[in-house]
Structure formats: C-alpha cells, structure tokens
T-cell receptor, first 113, second 115 residues
C-alpha cells in the first residue's frame, strides 16, 4: 500500500543531543513537509522541499535541519539549538499539481528529558 | 499574526444533530481551503476542500461553505456520529512562485459527539 511512514512513533532523547526523525513516502510525491504540533496549537511548518536536493525554511526552522537526497525520503534533524524540542512531529507529502491535498504520516512524539 | 483562525477551541453536539465548525482567514490571497480531521497521536487525514471560485462543496455527510466577502468558511457535518469526535483543522493555501504551495493551519476545534 502507498503511504507515508514515520519512525519511531515515540522517541526519547537527553537534552543537548541531536536526533533525526525519519520520513519515507512511496506515493511518488514531489513535495514533502515537516510540521510541529504543540498542545492547543495548530500545525506549524518547519521545512519543506519541492524537489530533490532543494528545500526551504518554513515558519519555525531555527534549531532544525533537513536533507532531501532522495525523492522518497525527507529526514528531519532536531539539533541541540532547538530550545523547546519536545513536541509531536508530522511529515506530509503532496503531489505537485493544483488542488491536491497534503497526505500526513502517523507522526513521531519526541520527548527531550 | 494568525492568518487562519478557529475561534472555538471545542464544540459538543448530540449524535444525529448537525455539527458546524467555523474558520476565519485574513489573507485574501488564499485560493484553496481544506479541512483535516485528527485523532490523538495520529496524523491528520484529509476530509474535504473547496476552491475559492466556489461557495459550497459537498461530500456525503460533510459540506464546506465558503463566504469570500466575509473571509469565512464552515464545515457542516450532518448527521453527527460519535466516530466524528476528533480535532478538526482548517487550512488555507496561498499560491507562491512556481509550484510553491504552503498550507497555513488554524489551531483546531475539538469536536465531541455525545451518544
């Protein structure tokens, strides 16, 4: 079945450590996105990529980094520079044509201790 | 400044009645609007959308209405079912250069449908 996978579902890290969240899609979508959700908040855009080897900062990119070496994969690294990393992280992908919705993965809950 | 606002954090309705979820926006450049449904600890799933050239779109029990002059859209669920209990996010798209489509999300409304 086609879809988006994020692993792991739950992730714990010590403060000061970098951590990489995985996102893989087999939908042959060109665009991929990373969002963060905090309690009582909407989804806020961290980074997005329209094409392989290219990506742009979203609204809250500070303390995060991404790569897009393959169409299927868009990993997100939460660095030690991110002041409040504990959150629910969502990856999404979208076919690059008009009026297509973004499809979301199941999310990764990151807790920094 | 929030460009997409869902002013009701929560809504409670009885099973079988209508649920109306509201969303307001400020950016007149938005050309496409979407509603997503989200259960706890899961990713959002797409429900229904509407282009800015339309004022209504219907899909089964779900209908979205768009009032461009008021910069307001609403999602109607009729009849409401207990399985509809979830957080509903309104999202809007502003077309950018090339194929640059970003979505701006509201903060969500928690719908509870009581049996």
């Amino acid at each position: 079945d086609g879809g988006i996978t994020q692993s792991p579902k739950y992730l714990f890290r010590k403060e000061g450590q970098n951590v990489t969240l995985s996102c893989e899609q087999n939908l042959n979508h060109d665009a991929m996105y990373w969002y963060r959700q905090d309690p009582g908040q909407g989804l806020r855009l961290i980074y997005y990529s329209q094409i392989v080897n290219d990506f742009q900062k979203g609204d809250i990119a500070e303390g995060y980094s991404v790569s897009r070496e393959k169409k299927e994969s868009f990993p997100l690294t939460v660095t030690s520079a991110q002041k409040n990393p504990t959150a629910f992280y969502l990856c999404a992908s979208q076919k690059q044509s008009s009026y297509n919705e973004q499809f979301f993965g199941p999310g990764t809950r990151l807790t920094v201790l | 400044d929030q460009q997409v606002k869902q002013n009701s954090p929560s809504l409670s309705v009885q099973e079988g009645r209508i649920s109306i979820l509201n969303c307001d926006y400020t950016n007149s450049m938005f050309d496409y609007f979407l509603w997503y449904k989200k259960y706890p600890a899961e990713g959002p799933t797409f429900l229904i959308s509407i282009s800015s050239i339309k004022d209504k779109n219907e899909d089964g029990r779900f209908t979205v209405f768009l009032n461009k002059s008021a910069k307001h859209l609403s999602l109607h669920i009729v009849p409401s079912q207990p399985g509809d209990s979830a957080v509903y996010f309104c999202a809007a798209r502003e077309p950018g250069g090339g194929s640059n489509y970003k979505l701006t999300f509201g903060k969500g409304t928690l719908l509870t449908v009581n049996p």
